[in-house]
């Protein structure tokens, strides 16, 4: 079983639609990634969450530590955050990475 | 402040061949590692360091070697390239010091080997 699992691994919303991704993860950690990379393009940090909630603009990153949880939700969608989104956990002194979600909006 | 640089963006090689893909960070950030990206199977780690001196393994280290002489550079070695080391290759850099904690990835490097 992999340490990191997200879900979906595919999403296909219409543009304007709220979107939720989810990370769960079976360590204990001292903080939780959020990444997006665009096709063909590099890899860039959204959120660092150790605690609570945080937001930027249309995301909203929220973490719950007891339930090894955390959610990326997109709110009002639009087809330019059709990316992966990569959640990451750093336990010990290593980064461990999910598989990724292919989010794909639709105009 | 150039962040992370990931240097070369593309590379054909040879099996057999060896090259160094180097990555190179001016934020003083003591983590640096290497991950490979495979279609379907996520970011994978090969190497990672916490500062320097100091590398360990990470999930698929085989045909890979690194070093870590300075806190600024982490190049990775492929001492004799075989067909399955096709991928993109990511450099990841972060401090665990700082409070913002944030994640910084080089451009990516594609290796082709034939």
């Known amino acids: 079983k992999n340490e990191v699992e997200q879900s979906p691994q595919n999403l296909t919303a219409q543009e304007g639609e709220f979107i939720t991704i989810n990370c769960s993860y079976s360590?204990?950690?001292?903080?939780l990634h959020w990444l997006q990379q665009h096709p063909g393009g590099g890899i860039v940090s959204l959120f660092m969450?150790?605690?609570g909630k945080k937001k930027h603009g249309r995301l909203i990153a929220t973490i719950n530590i007891q339930e090894k949880h955390s959610s990326l939700h997109i709110t009002a969608s639009h087809p330019r955050d059709s990316a992966v989104y990569i959640c990451?956990?750093?336990?010990?002194?290593?980064?461990?990475f999910g598989a990724g979600t292919i989010l794909r909006v639709k105009s | 402040n150039a962040g992370v640089t990931q240097t070369p963006k593309f590379q054909v090689l040879k099996t057999g061949q060896s090259m160094t893909l180097q990555c190179a960070q001016d934020?003083?950030?003591?983590?640096m590692s290497w991950y490979r990206q495979d279609p379907g199977m996520g970011l994978r780690l090969i190497h990672y360091?916490?500062?320097?001196?100091?590398?360990d393994q990470g999930e698929v280290p085989n045909g890979y070697n690194v070093s870590r002489s300075t806190t600024e550079d982490f190049p990775l070695r492929l001492l004799s390239a075989a067909p399955s080391q096709t991928s993109v290759y990511f450099c990841?850099?972060?401090?665990?010091?700082?409070?913002?904690?944030?994640?910084?990835f080089g451009e990516g490097s594609r290796l082709t080997v034939l």
């Open positions: 360590v204990g950690i001292s903080a």
């Open positions: 360091s916490v500062g320097a001196g100091i590398t």
């Open positions: 990451a956990v750093e336990y010990g002194n290593k980064l461990v």
């Open positions: 969450l150790s605690s």
């Open positions: 990841a850099t972060l401090s665990f010091r700082q409070t913002t904690g944030e994640l910084f």
């Open positions: 934020m003083n950030h003591e983590y």
